[in-house]
């Protein structure tokens, strides 16, 4: 199965076989999909799904990195930017006429193939495949030196943000080198080299689309709520006139021998150094690629690898481990990458893997271990079947397969190979690809960031301490705060390993802030800032952002309205000043808003069809009612149709004044500069009146046990959620109550999934959370399970939230390894300026002690087993929990009736009539 490398997805009604299986017997079937072809040559692939009034557009053209020479690389990928720039009949951005109406819009390139996609609501079928035929038979009389020039300069930015500037960015590319001869078409990344693409004329461009981008080399795929004749004669009639071009032949599979070992010794700007090891495989689809994925899976694929249970759990001696099988059209790589921990030598972990390796070569795998991999395999497709359209989609993957199988219809098939996979199939590909020639990337930090090996690392095997001992807890960098005349304050966190900077803006008053009926105004109005700001459109915005290499995102939280940005620090005064205009001075165009509503209401109408998603919204619902925390951050359908621009204005100048806000700033800029830049772009946005946030406390679960039941018809699984009121941000058993719910269900060996997944095999995942904010927020398990298995599942789920506040308390061993796994882990946290800031935002937001970060750990480290006995039976009572299924009603309701009174509620956990 390719879902380690295209995620499978499909809507369950077209694929499974709605009975009781046996775990490892296959539920897929065939999609009765309509195969025609177009005199031209175009293939054409049709599904019909009336479930939802959406149409999947999925567009394959068989060209991929590998189609390009030595010399003139990088062109597949230059092209994917070409295409969404403007044809002869569409001279504009593509993103324009499908965004305004609520469509998705994106396309990719890989070696293979390069894809474009569109999910738009039934009505505009026709004008998303009059936009794709348009580009691809006429992008060339609209593509001249300008645009080419322009759209370089971009993929040199996406490289230099991308690979050059990024931890870790170029290693693959060095392997790719050495794994593959230079005119292996596997040799050069897909993004190309620099030096081709800057060479390339726009005769060379204009000679590599008429070879490639042609009817007879693509296929189209529609997927969803329209009726396949008529569909048919639209595609003929926008793409049955493009002529086709010369035929392409087919590259050859192509899996060259390594003569020796190789060893790549490289440094980068990273922390800790790591190693990834290569062995030469087989391409996408061979005989031995089933086997080898699951071989990766079994070796270093998960926490219950055999990697990751010896170097990471028991020896502790790795940060991570993985392995991966990466099988494409002509060859495949087999990946191994360690990462050792901060006082751990390279060489020690490379040795100790190695000999796992060289076990499972000597005496081969386990049934059990096979059967996990196999059961997991299958849990993955059947938890993924929802999406029609977009990256691994339905649509995607019909044309995934015909582009490498010829055919569309391969779903049971794909799966059908892991299915039937023997031990003994598994220990010959160990034996046969994993004793070859392999090459050897070292990476090892640049001096001046190299990780620290003080002696405090000979206490890393303490069970309540990191790995620099109790006393070297982790601290950051010095913070220095300041604040501008107008109120804002603004914190320094000093950071020059790169030459890059983060800022993050947060301002109290996020979704629980909006007006009572205007649920998503605060989502709302964040995602406009990017859409026009001090008269600039929403596409020069983005155009600025790509030529500055600057990246500007906005967000909700419950409680914050925030702006993130992040850049290179030689463009940081031009991004600070742009990230200004679009907190300060956003012009919130109302046709802007208009899009972004319509897009809202076919992204929330989505929703539907999303049960996990279901579970958390009626989750929530269930456990706060009315309190501002139980409506949805991204609103219904009619608060959503309810918003006005004149609301939006007003919200933004309620919440999104400087003396209300915190600007996080960690990077490579001294504190001296920052104070000029913070003055430059923010002195002079106004003060205003500090809004008052004060929010009511949710109302207590008094009901008793109450389950609230989504119907979704002939669903093979279930979604199961089980909540309550936990704690405040503020609560002074955070770390306890962390150290409890990684063991309960915070973890893949927690619990709840050891009890769900591994010991009953009900689901492929089951984790519980809280959520923390000023007011108490929810706590919840939950799980996809398999449908015959709900009523069982809940009892499982409610037995071990019980037991771990009475029969079973945390203690020993096991209260040992949540407290390492959080105190061992938390230093990653903090890995970058970006993850630095956002892991600050909580300590201003919330008003925590400024010591926080550096204590953290520390009081996590002590915690004992008295204290999660004490804190679970305060917060952890299923008395009056709420259980919400999302799942088959029919076959449900008499086993739920059992658990408690059963309130069968809409999408959004309101009653139905």
């Given at each position: 199965?390719?879902?380690?490398k295209?995620?499978?997805?499909?809507?369950?009604?077209?694929?499974?076989?709605?009975?009781?299986?046996h775990?490892?017997?296959?539920?897929?079937?065939e999609?009765?999909?309509r195969?025609?072809?177009?005199?031209?040559?175009?293939?054409?692939?049709?599904?019909?799904?009336?479930?939802?009034?959406?149409v999947?557009?999925?567009?394959?053209?068989?060209?991929?990195?590998?189609?390009?020479?030595?010399?003139?690389?990088g062109?597949?990928?230059?092209?994917?930017?070409?295409m969404?720039?403007?044809?002869q009949?569409?001279?504009?951005?593509?993103?324009?006429p499908?965004?305004?109406?609520?469509?998705q819009?994106?396309?990719?390139?890989?070696?293979?193939?390069?894809r474009?996609?569109?999910?738009?609501?039934?009505?505009?079928?026709?004008?998303?495949?009059?936009?794709?035929?348009?580009?691809?038979?006429?992008?060339?009389?609209?593509?001249?030196q300008?645009?080419l020039?322009?759209?370089?300069s971009?993929?040199?930015?996406?490289?230099?943000?991308?690979?050059?500037?990024?931890?870790?960015?170029?290693?693959?590319?060095?392997?790719?080198?050495?794994?593959?001869?230079?005119?292996?078409?596997?040799?050069?990344p897909?993004?190309?080299?620099m030096?081709?693409?800057?060479?390339?004329?726009?005769?060379d461009?204009?000679?590599?689309?008429?070879?490639y981008?042609?009817?007879?080399?693509?296929?189209?795929?529609?997927?969803?709520?329209?009726?396949?004749?008529?569909?048919?004669?639209?595609?003929?009639?926008?793409?049955?006139a493009?002529?086709?071009?010369?035929?392409?032949?087919?590259?050859?599979?192509?899996?060259?021998?390594?003569?020796?070992?190789?060893?790549?010794?490289?440094?980068?700007?990273?922390?800790?150094p790591?190693?990834?090891k290569?062995?030469?495989?087989?391409?996408?689809?061979?005989?031995?690629?089933a086997?080898?994925?699951?071989?990766?899976?079994?070796?270093?694929?998960?926490?219950?690898?055999?990697?990751?249970?010896?170097?990471?759990?028991?020896?502790?001696?790795?940060?991570?481990?993985?392995?991966?099988?990466?099988?494409?059209?002509?060859?495949?790589?087999?990946?191994?990458?360690?990462?050792?921990?901060?006082?751990?030598?390279?060489?020690?972990l490379?040795?100790?893997?190695?000999?796992?390796?060289?076990?499972?070569i000597?005496?081969?795998?386990?049934?059990?271990?096979?059967?996990?991999?196999?059961?997991?395999?299958?849990?993955?497709?059947?938890?993924?079947?929802?999406?029609?359209?977009?990256?691994?989609?339905?649509?995607?993957?019909?044309?995934?397969?015909?582009?490498?199988?010829?055919?569309?219809?391969?779903?049971?098939?794909?799966?059908?190979?892991?299915?039937?996979?023997?031990?003994?199939?598994i220990?010959?590909v160990?034996?046969?690809?994993?004793?070859?020639?392999?090459?050897?990337?070292?990476?090892?930090?640049?001096?001046?960031?190299?990780?620290?090996?003080?002696?405090?690392?000979?206490?890393?095997?303490?069970?309540?301490?990191?790995?620099?001992?109790?006393?070297?807890?982790?601290?950051?960098?010095?913070?220095?705060?300041?604040?501008?005349?107008?109120?804002?304050?603004?914190?320094?966190?000093?950071?020059?390993?790169?030459?890059?900077a983060?800022a993050?803006?947060?301002?109290?008053?996020?979704?629980?802030?909006?007006?009572?009926?205007?649920?998503?105004?605060?989502?709302?109005?964040?995602?406009?800032?990017?859409?026009?700001?001090a008269?600039?459109?929403?596409?020069?915005?983005?155009?600025?952002?790509?030529?500055?290499?600057?990246?500007?995102?906005?967000?909700?939280?419950?409680?914050?309205?925030?702006?993130?940005?992040?850049?290179?620090?030689?463009?940081?005064?031009?991004?600070?000043?742009?990230?200004?205009?679009?907190v300060?001075?956003?012009?919130?165009?109302?046709?802007?808003?208009?899009r972004?509503?319509?897009?809202?209401?076919?992204?929330?109408?989505?929703?539907?069809?999303?049960?996990?998603?279901?579970a958390?919204?009626?989750?929530?619902?269930?456990?706060?009612?009315?309190?501002?925390?139980?409506?949805?951050?991204?609103?219904?359908?009619d608060?959503?149709?309810?918003?006005?621009?004149d609301?939006?204005?007003?919200?933004?100048?309620?919440?999104?004044?400087?003396?209300?806000?915190?600007?996080?700033?960690?990077?490579?800029v001294?504190?001296?500069?920052?104070?000029?830049?913070?003055?430059?772009?923010?002195?002079?946005?106004?003060?205003?009146?500090?809004p008052?946030?004060?929010?009511?406390?949710?109302?207590?679960?008094t009901h008793?046990?109450?389950?609230?039941?989504?119907?979704?018809?002939?669903?093979?699984?279930?979604?199961?959620?089980?909540?309550?009121?936990?704690?405040?941000?503020?609560?002074?058993?955070?770390?306890?109550?962390?150290?409890?719910?990684?063991?309960?269900?915070?973890s893949?060996?927690?619990?709840?999934?050891?009890?769900l997944?591994?010991?009953?095999?009900?689901t492929?995942?089951?984790?519980?959370?809280?959520?923390h904010?000023?007011?108490?927020?929810?706590?919840?398990?939950?799980?996809?399970?398999?449908?015959?298995?709900t009523?069982?599942?809940i009892?499982?789920?409610?037995?071990e939230i019980?037991?771990?506040?009475?029969?079973?308390p945390?203690?020993g061993?096991?209260?040992?390894?949540?407290?390492?796994?959080?105190?061992?882990?938390?230093?990653a946290?903090?890995?970058?300026?970006?993850?630095?800031?956002?892991?600050?935002?909580?300590?201003?937001?919330?008003?925590?002690?400024l010591d926080?970060?550096?204590?953290?750990?520390?009081?996590?480290?002590?915690?004992?087993?008295?204290?999660v006995?004490?804190?679970?039976?305060?917060?952890?009572?299923t008395?009056?929990?709420?259980?919400?299924?999302?799942?088959?009603?029919d076959?449900?309701?008499?086993?739920?009736?059992e658990?408690?009174?059963?309130?069968?509620?809409?999408?959004?956990?309101?009653?139905?009539?």
């Amino acid at each position: 199965m390719n879902m380690k490398k295209a995620p499978l997805l499909a809507f369950a009604t077209l694929f499974l076989v709605v009975a009781e299986v046996h775990s490892m017997e296959n539920p897929i079937r065939e999609p009765e999909i309509r195969v025609e072809k177009l005199s031209n040559g175009l293939t054409v692939f049709l599904l019909e799904d009336h479930s939802v009034p959406l149409v999947a557009v999925d567009v394959n053209y068989h060209v991929g990195a590998k189609n390009e020479k030595v010399g003139r690389t990088g062109f597949a990928h230059l092209f994917e930017h070409l295409m969404f720039q403007g044809s002869q009949n569409y001279n504009d951005d593509y993103f324009k006429p499908l965004q305004d109406i609520g469509g998705q819009v994106n396309g990719a390139t890989s070696t293979d193939r390069t894809r474009y996609w569109e999910v738009v609501p039934a009505g505009y079928l026709e004008r998303a495949l009059w936009l794709e035929a348009d580009r691809m038979g006429f992008l060339l009389e609209a593509t001249d030196q300008e645009r080419l020039d322009n759209q370089r300069s971009v993929v040199q930015n996406e490289r230099r943000q991308n690979y050059d500037n990024r931890p870790y960015g170029t290693v693959w590319e060095q392997l790719l080198a050495v794994l593959y001869p230079p005119n292996h078409p596997y040799s050069w990344p897909t993004i190309g080299y620099m030096d081709d693409i800057a060479a390339a004329t726009l005769k060379d461009v204009q000679e590599f689309f008429k070879t490639y981008y042609s009817p007879n080399n693509a296929s189209i795929a529609l997927v969803g709520d329209f009726n396949s004749d008529e569909a048919l004669k639209l595609i003929d009639r926008y793409f049955g006139a493009i002529p086709p071009g010369p035929p392409v032949s087919r590259i050859a599979s192509w899996v060259p021998t390594l003569e020796k070992d190789v060893v790549l010794e490289i440094q980068d700007r990273v922390q800790l150094p790591r190693t990834y090891k290569a062995w030469m495989s087989v391409p996408l689809y061979n005989e031995d690629d089933a086997a080898l994925d699951v071989l990766a899976q079994i070796i270093g694929g998960g926490k219950t690898s055999r990697l990751y249970k010896e170097l990471v759990q028991e020896r502790q001696i790795a940060q991570e481990v993985y392995t991966f099988h990466n099988s494409s059209q002509i060859s495949g790589v087999f990946l191994m990458l360690l990462t050792p921990r901060p006082d751990r030598d390279l060489s020690e972990l490379e040795e100790a893997a190695q000999n796992i390796v060289d076990q499972v070569i000597a005496k081969g795998i386990t049934k059990a271990e096979l059967e996990r991999a196999q059961n997991a395999i299958l849990a993955d497709y059947v938890r993924s079947m929802q999406n029609i359209g977009g990256f691994g989609g339905l649509a995607d993957q019909m044309n995934s397969y015909y582009h490498y199988l010829g055919a569309p219809n391969k779903f049971r098939w794909d799966l059908q190979r892991y299915l039937d996979l023997k031990p003994a199939d598994i220990n010959r590909v160990a034996k046969q690809y994993l004793v070859a020639n392999s090459a050897t990337a070292r990476v090892r930090p640049l001096p001046s960031i190299a990780p620290s090996t003080s002696d405090a690392a000979t206490t890393l095997d303490r069970s309540v301490m990191p790995e620099k001992g109790r006393e070297n807890p982790f601290t950051l960098p010095a913070r220095q705060e300041f604040h501008l005349e107008n109120g804002l304050r603004v914190v320094h966190v000093p950071d020059s390993r790169l030459p890059l900077a983060t800022a993050v803006l947060i301002m109290p008053g996020g979704a629980a802030a909006d007006p009572k009926g205007l649920a998503g105004m605060s989502s709302m109005t964040t995602s406009l800032l990017r859409e026009g700001a001090a008269g600039k459109t929403s596409q020069q915005i983005a155009q600025l952002m790509e030529n500055l290499g600057t990246i500007i995102d906005t967000s909700t939280s419950p409680e914050a309205a925030i702006v993130s940005m992040s850049t290179l620090t030689t463009n940081i005064k031009s991004s600070f000043q742009l990230m200004a205009d679009l907190v300060v001075r956003p012009d919130f165009p109302p046709q802007e808003l208009e899009r972004k509503r319509a897009e809202r209401l076919v992204n929330l109408s989505r929703l539907q069809d999303q049960p996990a998603t279901v579970a958390r919204m009626v989750g929530q619902k269930a456990v706060f009612g009315d309190h501002p925390y139980g409506d949805p951050m991204s609103g219904t359908p009619d608060s959503l149709k309810a918003i006005s621009r004149d609301d939006i204005v007003q919200f933004w100048k309620r919440i999104f004044v400087p003396n209300n806000a915190t600007l996080i700033v960690v990077g490579d800029v001294q504190l001296d500069d920052l104070k000029k830049l913070a003055q430059g772009a923010f002195g002079s946005w106004p003060k205003g009146e500090k809004p008052s946030l004060e929010l009511p406390e949710p109302a207590p679960l008094t009901h008793g046990r109450t389950i609230y039941l989504v119907n979704r018809p002939k669903a093979v699984q279930s979604n199961i959620l089980v909540g309550g009121l936990g704690t405040t941000r503020q609560d002074e058993n955070i770390p306890v109550i962390d150290v409890m719910n990684n063991a309960l269900g915070g973890s893949f060996v927690s619990r709840l999934n050891l009890n769900l997944r591994e010991d009953k095999g009900y689901t492929y995942g089951a984790r519980t959370r809280f959520e923390h904010g000023n007011k108490p927020g929810i706590f919840a398990a939950m799980a996809p399970v398999q449908a015959n298995a709900t009523v069982e599942s809940i009892r499982e789920t409610l037995k071990e939230i019980d037991d771990i506040a009475s029969s079973r308390p945390l203690v020993g061993p096991e209260l040992k390894y949540a407290i390492d796994s959080i105190v061992n882990s938390y230093a990653a946290r903090f890995a970058t300026a970006n993850n630095v800031a956002n892991e600050l935002i909580d300590l201003y937001l919330y008003g925590l002690p400024l010591d926080y970060v550096e204590s953290y750990p520390i009081k996590v480290a002590a915690v004992t087993a008295d204290d999660v006995t004490a804190v679970a039976k305060k917060v952890l009572s299923t008395k009056n929990m709420v259980i919400v299924v999302v799942g088959d009603r029919d076959s449900l309701i008499d086993g739920l009736k059992e658990l408690g009174p059963v309130i069968e509620v809409d999408w959004l956990g309101m009653p139905l009539k």
